[in-house]
Protein backbone atom coordinates (compact mmCIF):
# COMPACT_ATOMS: atom_id res chain seq x y z
CA UNK A 1 0.00 0.00 0.00
CA UNK A 2 1.42 3.51 -1.07
CA UNK A 3 1.63 6.09 1.61
CA UNK A 4 2.63 9.37 1.35
CA UNK A 5 4.17 12.40 3.52
CA UNK A 6 4.23 16.01 3.43
CA UNK A 7 7.01 18.32 4.54
CA UNK A 8 6.94 20.69 6.87
CA UNK A 9 7.78 24.11 6.12
CA UNK A 10 5.76 25.63 9.18
CA UNK A 11 5.56 29.44 8.67
CA UNK A 12 6.31 31.37 5.24
CA UNK A 13 6.50 35.04 5.03
CA UNK A 14 4.32 36.99 2.56
CA UNK A 15 5.51 37.33 -0.46
CA UNK A 16 7.92 34.17 -0.24
CA UNK A 17 7.67 31.06 -2.10
CA UNK A 18 6.16 27.67 -0.49
CA UNK A 19 8.02 24.71 -1.13
CA UNK A 20 6.46 21.52 -0.23
CA UNK A 21 7.96 18.01 -1.14
CA UNK A 22 5.80 14.77 -0.40
CA UNK A 23 7.68 11.46 -0.04
CA UNK A 24 5.97 8.34 -1.52
CA UNK A 25 6.59 5.13 0.40
CA UNK A 26 5.77 1.61 -0.32
CA UNK A 27 5.34 1.72 -4.49
CA UNK A 28 7.38 3.65 -6.91
CA UNK A 29 6.66 7.06 -8.16
CA UNK A 30 8.02 6.32 -11.46
CA UNK A 31 5.29 3.84 -11.91
CA UNK A 32 2.86 4.74 -14.79
CA UNK A 33 -0.48 5.42 -14.59
CA UNK A 34 -0.82 7.93 -10.95
CA UNK A 35 -1.92 11.44 -11.29
CA UNK A 36 -0.01 12.92 -8.06
CA UNK A 37 -2.10 15.55 -6.80
CA UNK A 38 -1.13 18.76 -4.68
CA UNK A 39 -4.91 19.70 -2.66
CA UNK A 40 -5.48 22.49 0.01
CA UNK A 41 -7.56 23.38 2.77
CA UNK A 42 -8.38 26.98 4.01
CA UNK A 43 -8.76 27.49 7.55
CA UNK A 44 -12.83 26.00 8.29
CA UNK A 45 -13.24 26.10 4.62
CA UNK A 46 -13.48 22.80 1.67
CA UNK A 47 -11.14 21.24 -0.28
CA UNK A 48 -9.39 22.94 -3.14
CA UNK A 49 -7.14 21.16 -5.90
CA UNK A 50 -3.74 22.65 -6.53
CA UNK A 51 -2.80 20.31 -9.80
CA UNK A 52 -0.96 17.21 -10.23
CA UNK A 53 1.87 15.76 -12.14
CA UNK A 54 2.26 12.40 -14.03
CA UNK A 55 5.27 10.55 -13.60
CA UNK A 56 6.26 11.40 -17.13
CA UNK A 57 6.89 15.01 -15.97
CA UNK A 58 3.06 16.62 -17.62
CA UNK A 59 1.62 18.98 -15.53
CA UNK A 60 -1.82 20.15 -14.95
CA UNK A 61 -2.69 23.37 -12.76
CA UNK A 62 -5.97 24.90 -11.62
CA UNK A 63 -6.51 28.16 -13.44
CA UNK A 64 -7.01 30.11 -10.49
CA UNK A 65 -3.55 29.38 -9.35
CA UNK A 66 -1.85 28.13 -11.94
CA UNK A 67 0.22 31.20 -12.56
CA UNK A 68 1.76 30.75 -9.31
CA UNK A 69 2.10 27.13 -8.95
CA UNK A 70 4.78 25.10 -10.69
CA UNK A 71 4.69 20.56 -9.71
CA UNK A 72 7.72 18.32 -10.57
CA UNK A 73 8.88 14.95 -9.27
CA UNK A 74 12.41 13.18 -8.44
CA UNK A 75 11.96 9.84 -9.33
CA UNK A 76 15.05 9.35 -8.03
CA UNK A 77 14.02 10.34 -4.68
CA UNK A 78 10.59 8.93 -4.98
CA UNK A 79 9.06 12.63 -4.11
CA UNK A 80 7.15 15.37 -5.50
CA UNK A 81 7.31 19.13 -5.02
CA UNK A 82 4.99 21.82 -5.36
CA UNK A 83 6.18 25.91 -5.32
CA UNK A 84 3.79 28.30 -4.66
CA UNK A 85 5.26 31.68 -5.32
CA UNK A 86 4.43 35.44 -4.14
CA UNK A 87 2.79 34.46 -0.99
CA UNK A 88 -0.10 35.89 0.86
CA UNK A 89 -2.01 35.37 4.14
CA UNK A 90 -4.38 33.70 1.81
CA UNK A 91 -2.26 30.85 0.82
CA UNK A 92 -2.50 29.54 4.71
CA UNK A 93 -4.12 26.23 4.50
CA UNK A 94 -3.56 22.83 4.93
CA UNK A 95 -1.90 21.41 2.12
CA UNK A 96 -2.02 17.55 1.26
CA UNK A 97 -0.48 15.60 -1.62
CA UNK A 98 -2.99 12.50 -2.80
CA UNK A 99 -2.62 9.91 -5.61
CA UNK A 100 -5.42 9.50 -8.02
CA UNK A 101 -5.86 6.56 -10.09
CA UNK A 102 -7.05 7.13 -13.60
CA UNK A 103 -7.79 3.82 -13.60
CA UNK A 104 -9.30 1.17 -11.18
CA UNK A 105 -10.68 4.86 -9.15
CA UNK A 106 -12.18 6.70 -11.85
CA UNK A 107 -9.27 9.59 -11.33
CA UNK A 108 -10.31 9.21 -7.43
CA UNK A 109 -7.78 9.82 -4.93
CA UNK A 110 -7.72 6.91 -2.78
CA UNK A 111 -4.09 7.59 -0.64
CA UNK A 112 -3.61 10.99 0.89
CA UNK A 113 -0.90 11.89 3.28
CA UNK A 114 -1.52 13.24 6.53
CA UNK A 115 -1.39 17.14 5.57
CA UNK A 116 0.73 19.62 6.61
CA UNK A 117 -0.08 23.21 8.19
CA UNK A 118 1.49 26.31 6.22
CA UNK A 119 1.06 29.99 7.83
CA UNK A 120 2.02 32.92 5.99
CA UNK A 121 2.56 35.65 8.22
CA UNK A 122 5.18 38.67 9.05
CA UNK B 1 -15.00 25.14 -15.91
CA UNK B 2 -17.28 22.71 -14.08
CA UNK B 3 -19.25 23.98 -10.84
CA UNK B 4 -20.05 21.44 -8.34
CA UNK B 5 -22.86 22.58 -5.77
CA UNK B 6 -23.43 20.44 -3.22
CA UNK B 7 -26.59 20.78 -1.01
CA UNK B 8 -27.77 21.12 1.36
CA UNK B 9 -24.88 22.89 3.26
CA UNK B 10 -25.29 21.50 6.56
CA UNK B 11 -27.75 18.70 7.42
CA UNK B 12 -28.93 18.02 10.91
CA UNK B 13 -29.94 14.18 11.30
CA UNK B 14 -29.90 12.16 14.40
CA UNK B 15 -28.15 8.62 14.92
CA UNK B 16 -30.07 5.59 13.06
CA UNK B 17 -32.04 8.30 10.73
CA UNK B 18 -31.32 8.36 6.90
CA UNK B 19 -29.34 10.95 5.21
CA UNK B 20 -29.18 11.93 1.28
CA UNK B 21 -26.46 14.69 0.02
CA UNK B 22 -26.58 15.81 -3.04
CA UNK B 23 -24.01 17.07 -6.01
CA UNK B 24 -24.77 18.57 -8.79
CA UNK B 25 -22.26 19.58 -11.27
CA UNK B 26 -23.00 23.16 -13.45
CA UNK B 27 -21.91 20.85 -17.22
CA UNK B 28 -22.70 16.91 -17.96
CA UNK B 29 -19.65 15.37 -17.31
CA UNK B 30 -18.32 11.86 -16.53
CA UNK B 31 -18.82 9.44 -14.24
CA UNK B 32 -15.57 10.54 -13.01
CA UNK B 33 -17.32 11.41 -9.53
CA UNK B 34 -15.95 10.50 -6.00
CA UNK B 35 -17.18 11.31 -2.71
CA UNK B 36 -14.99 11.49 0.45
CA UNK B 37 -15.73 12.26 4.32
CA UNK B 38 -13.18 14.86 5.72
CA UNK B 39 -13.02 15.10 9.63
CA UNK B 40 -10.92 17.96 11.60
CA UNK B 41 -7.32 16.94 11.81
CA UNK B 42 -7.40 13.97 9.83
CA UNK B 43 -6.73 13.97 5.87
CA UNK B 44 -9.54 13.26 3.77
CA UNK B 45 -11.11 9.79 3.41
CA UNK B 46 -12.36 8.37 0.08
CA UNK B 47 -15.93 6.60 0.37
CA UNK B 48 -17.11 6.65 -2.95
CA UNK B 49 -15.60 6.34 -6.61
CA UNK B 50 -16.77 6.00 -10.14
CA UNK B 51 -20.33 7.46 -9.12
CA UNK B 52 -21.52 4.41 -7.15
CA UNK B 53 -18.99 2.21 -6.23
CA UNK B 54 -17.61 1.60 -2.53
CA UNK B 55 -14.31 2.00 -1.56
CA UNK B 56 -11.96 -0.74 0.20
CA UNK B 57 -12.84 -1.04 3.94
CA UNK B 58 -16.19 1.44 3.33
CA UNK B 59 -19.45 0.03 5.21
CA UNK B 60 -22.17 -0.38 2.78
CA UNK B 61 -24.26 1.85 4.76
CA UNK B 62 -22.92 4.44 2.65
CA UNK B 63 -23.94 4.24 -1.15
CA UNK B 64 -23.73 6.26 -4.34
CA UNK B 65 -25.95 6.57 -7.52
CA UNK B 66 -26.68 9.59 -10.18
CA UNK B 67 -25.24 10.38 -13.40
CA UNK B 68 -24.87 12.94 -15.94
CA UNK B 69 -25.44 16.26 -13.60
CA UNK B 70 -26.69 14.92 -10.92
CA UNK B 71 -25.10 13.05 -7.94
CA UNK B 72 -26.03 11.62 -4.79
CA UNK B 73 -24.59 10.19 -1.41
CA UNK B 74 -26.95 8.33 0.71
CA UNK B 75 -25.94 7.05 4.25
CA UNK B 76 -28.66 4.19 5.04
CA UNK B 77 -28.38 4.50 9.16
CA UNK B 78 -26.35 6.88 10.55
CA UNK B 79 -23.46 6.36 13.30
CA UNK B 80 -22.37 8.73 15.33
CA UNK B 81 -19.05 8.21 13.43
CA UNK B 82 -20.57 9.56 10.28
CA UNK B 83 -20.89 13.08 11.70
CA UNK B 84 -18.31 15.01 9.69
CA UNK B 85 -18.25 17.16 6.70
CA UNK B 86 -18.75 15.55 2.85
CA UNK B 87 -17.38 16.19 -0.27
CA UNK B 88 -18.31 15.32 -3.87
CA UNK B 89 -15.25 15.79 -6.74
CA UNK B 90 -15.53 15.33 -10.00
CA UNK B 91 -12.34 14.62 -12.66
CA UNK B 92 -13.25 16.32 -16.17
CA UNK B 93 -10.83 14.97 -18.90
CA UNK B 94 -10.44 18.38 -20.67
CA UNK B 95 -8.92 20.50 -19.43
CA UNK B 96 -7.62 18.03 -16.86
CA UNK B 97 -8.82 19.14 -14.08
CA UNK B 98 -10.43 18.17 -10.75
CA UNK B 99 -13.21 20.38 -8.78
CA UNK B 100 -14.56 19.56 -5.61
CA UNK B 101 -17.91 20.57 -4.30
CA UNK B 102 -18.13 22.90 -1.37
CA UNK B 103 -18.94 20.21 1.10
CA UNK B 104 -21.90 19.23 3.54
CA UNK B 105 -21.56 19.44 6.90
CA UNK B 106 -24.04 16.68 8.85
CA UNK B 107 -24.49 17.84 11.88
CA UNK B 108 -26.10 15.94 15.20
Known sequence: ???????????????????????????????????????????????????????????????????????????????FSLKLTSLTAADT?????????????????DVWGQGTTVTVSS | ETVM???????????GER?????????????NLAWYQAKPGQAPRLLIYGASTRANGVPARFSGSGSGTEFTLTISSLQSEDFAIYYCQQYINWPPMYTFGQGTKLDI
Open chain 1, 93 to 109: AVYYCAVGDPGDYYYAM
Open chain 1, 1 to 79: QVELQESSPGLVKPSQTLSLTCTVSGGALSTGGYYWNWIRQHPGKGLEWIGYIYYSGSTYYNPSLKSRVTISVDTSKNQ
Open chain 2, 19 to 31: ATLSCRASQIGSN
Open chain 2, 5 to 15: TQSPATLSVSP
